[in-house]
């Protein structure tokens, strides 16, 4: 029930969240694998999901916050002038993250009813963590010098985070390491990345606000968890940035393998 978290178990799904939505682990088994650790027999409550999830859009708007100024201002100036709007950098981001919403949310939708029942099997799980460790090893020989993505492969990054609602498979991981084996630069494809999710995660909570009722039963410990997730996601952000610039973020598959493998013979395991 919504109202049986405290607010020690609220920050410390906050700090769950915060931390593994951005970096290429999957926060959706993460977060799950936190509440059962903490007692939460049932789902977790979906008011607390969206406090988590918002917590989150908030840390990704304030790091990106100069980059969606300049974004802003470009397109409001562009509108007196479309056609060399498109010509511009700016021009280009901002069609190629609004064509690439377009697979995430045809398949985020398809997908959505499937994935809960997935999410509970541990091997499916794995293949994902797995899948998600392929794909962040690839970016120690993939990535390129390109900047801006043509809107072709930009749409082929849109699918790849529409796929990426696979329990264990990494939304950042997985863009990311497709962003550069298209022949993005590391910096370039965390950005672009990052920028694309802002309208999935936001698309995600506000349908989730439907259930407004059980917001205001969460009360205090919803505020702290949301909190957390924001301050934890923000400390995320900054280190994997610094780990894409410096061309280490294969290292994350040094946790996802074993991960993953164990979650795979994890039903061999167990007692019949």
């Known amino acids: 029930m919504a109202g049986s978290i405290d607010m020690g178990t609220a920050a410390a799904l906050g700090a769950v969240q915060g931390a593994t939505e951005f970096l290429p682990v999957s926060s959706s088994g993460h977060v799950a694998l936190g509440a059962m650790l903490f007692g939460i027999s049932d789902e977790m409550p979906l008011s607390m999901v969206v406090l988590l999830h918002f917590g989150t859009l908030l840390a990704t708007v304030v790091v990106f916050r100069r980059d969606l100024a300049t974004l802003t201002a470009s397109s409001l100036r562009g509108l007196r002038d479309p056609s060399a709007y498109l010509a511009t950098d700016e021009g280009r981001t901002v069609v190629g993250i609004l064509v690439a919403s377009v697979p995430t949310a045809i398949l985020g939708l398809t997908l959505e009813s499937r994935v809960e029942a997935w999410s509970r099997i541990p091997w499916v799980v794995g293949l994902g963590l797995l899948a998600s460790a392929a794909g962040v090893v690839s970016t120690r ?10 809107y072709g492969k930009a749409l082929i990054v849109g699918v790849a985070q529409g796929v990426a609602v696979w329990p264990g498979l990494s939304r950042s991981g997985t863009t990311i390491a497709v962003a550069m084996l298209l022949g993005m630069s590391g910096p370039a494809a965390f950005r672009f990345s990052f920028l694309l999710s802002l309208p999935a995660i936001a698309g995600a909570t506000l349908l989730s606000l ?7 039963e969460l009360g205090l410990s919803g505020a702290v968890g949301g909190a957390v997730a924001t301050l934890v996601g923000l400390a995320a952000l900054i280190w994997l940035k610094r780990l894409v610039d410096r061309g280490q973020f294969w290292m994350f598959a040094i946790y996802l393998v074993p991960l993953g493998l164990g979650l795979c013979v994890w039903p061999l395991l167990r007692p019949t």
């Open 141 to 150: 020989w993939g990535g390129g010098q390109a900047q801006v993505l043509t």
């Open 210 to 216: 439907r259930h407004t009722e059980e917001l205001r």
